[in-house]
């Protein structure tokens, strides 16, 4: 993979193992960007105030969810994704986050085969992916990373701790997105050549985004929105039966109001099925501004005579 390069943006990751943190002295260290510890089976018992901390220091801002060894099937891993998804809807919800949320997938205590962890892993993906309208990342370690098949489309949060060696590729990825390249004790340093972060007590993990932090703010500008630039790949499957969080309420009206059957809402619409909703808009609005249905018709053939570019 590449190497770290002058000028990249700086940041760190944070839990509740860090206590209380002056994220204003934080900020003032040249730090940009941190990823916050949101939930591991439960929520972080600071996650909330560390959000809270590093948006009003003007901190680019991230959750993380570290995967428990408990979560071993399908079905615990689409829980843990709902778990993480209560924690951020509970900070703020997705559009208060500036970065992409983080499956932090490191611990293999059950001696789960890799097949395994990879169904556990692509299932929380797909599941967090699914709530949130956002490509989620994926975090871990080289000694890790081998379990992973497939899931090279997602952007990759290495942790490799040294001022010499870079991550090797590996599992598909050639690059990584995010490098921790400390945990505060040792491997590489800040461009200052020191590891201290004011503003906490004791070691953090140290980390370098792949560009600028202009290119940071480019790459993620969309993410506030409930979406990412970065689309998942071909190959990831959408239930198209299942509506997406942040088109909820507007596919329940257009349901409610007649125009959409409510059946396959993640589906492409075809130009038939735009053809007949906006056939209904027309006679809708013809009925509205008609006020009675005698009128009607003589509407209809003025507006035949305006979408035929007949402005008389």
């Known amino acids: 993979m590449q190497l770290r390069k002058q000028g990249n943006a700086q940041g760190i990751d944070v839990s509740h193992w860090q206590?209380?943190?002056?994220?204003?002295?934080?900020?003032?260290?040249?730090?940009?960007?941190?990823?916050?510890?949101?939930?591991q089976n439960s929520m972080d018992k600071r996650f909330l105030d560390n959000v809270l901390g590093a948006k009003a220091a003007g901190l680019l801002v991230g959750a993380y969810h570290y995967m428990d060894d408990s979560v071993t099937t399908v079905d615990q891993a689409k829980a843990a994704a709902r778990v993480f998804y209560s924690a951020i809807q509970a900070a703020g919800g997705v559009k208060?986050?500036?970065?992409p949320p983080v499956m932090d997938y490191e611990s293999n205590k059950n001696?789960?085969?890799?097949?395994?962890?990879?169904?556990?892993?692509?299932?929380?993906?797909?599941e967090i992916y699914r709530l949130t309208s956002s490509k989620p990342m994926v975090y871990t370690y080289p000694s890790f990373i081998s379990n992973f098949s497939g899931l090279?489309?997602?952007?990759?949060?290495?942790?490799?701790?040294?001022?010499?060696?870079?991550?090797?590729?590996?599992?598909?990825w050639a690059r990584w997105t995010f490098w921790q390249y400390s945990d505060g004790s040792a491997g590489?340093?800040?461009?200052?050549?020191?590891?201290?972060?004011?503003?906490?007590?004791?070691?953090?993990?140290?980390?370098?985004?792949?560009?600028?932090?202009d290119e940071l703010k480019k790459r993620y500008s969309?993410?506030?929105?409930?979406?990412?630039?970065d689309k998942v790949a071909d190959n990831q499957e959408r239930d198209i039966n299942i509506v997406s969080t942040w088109a909820a309420d507007d596919w329940a009206e257009a349901k409610a109001n007649g125009y959409f059957d409510g059946k396959r809402p993640g589906a492409p619409i075809t130009r038939e099925e735009t053809a007949i909703v906006v056939n209904k808009l027309r006679r809708n609005f013809l009925k509205l501004i008609a006020g009675n249905s005698a009128q009607i018709d003589q509407l209809h053939q003025r507006l035949l005579q305006i979408e035929k570019g007949d402005q008389r």
């Open 152 to 172: 090279n489309h997602y952007p990759l949060w290495i942790a490799r701790y040294s001022a010499t060696q870079v991550p090797a590729d590996a599992a598909g």
């Open 222 to 229: 969309s993410h506030a929105a409930g979406k990412d630039d």
């Open 188 to 213: 590489g340093s800040l461009p200052n050549g020191t590891r201290k972060i004011n503003g906490i007590n004791g070691n953090v993990d140290l980390n370098e985004f792949d560009g600028t932090i």
């Open 19 to 39: 206590g209380a943190i002056d994220w204003h002295q934080v900020a003032a260290s040249g730090i940009s960007f941190v990823f916050i510890k949101a939930t």
């Open 111 to 126: 001696n789960l085969n890799k097949a395994t962890i990879t169904m556990v892993a692509k299932s929380f993906l797909d």
């Open 96 to 99: 208060l986050f500036d970065l």
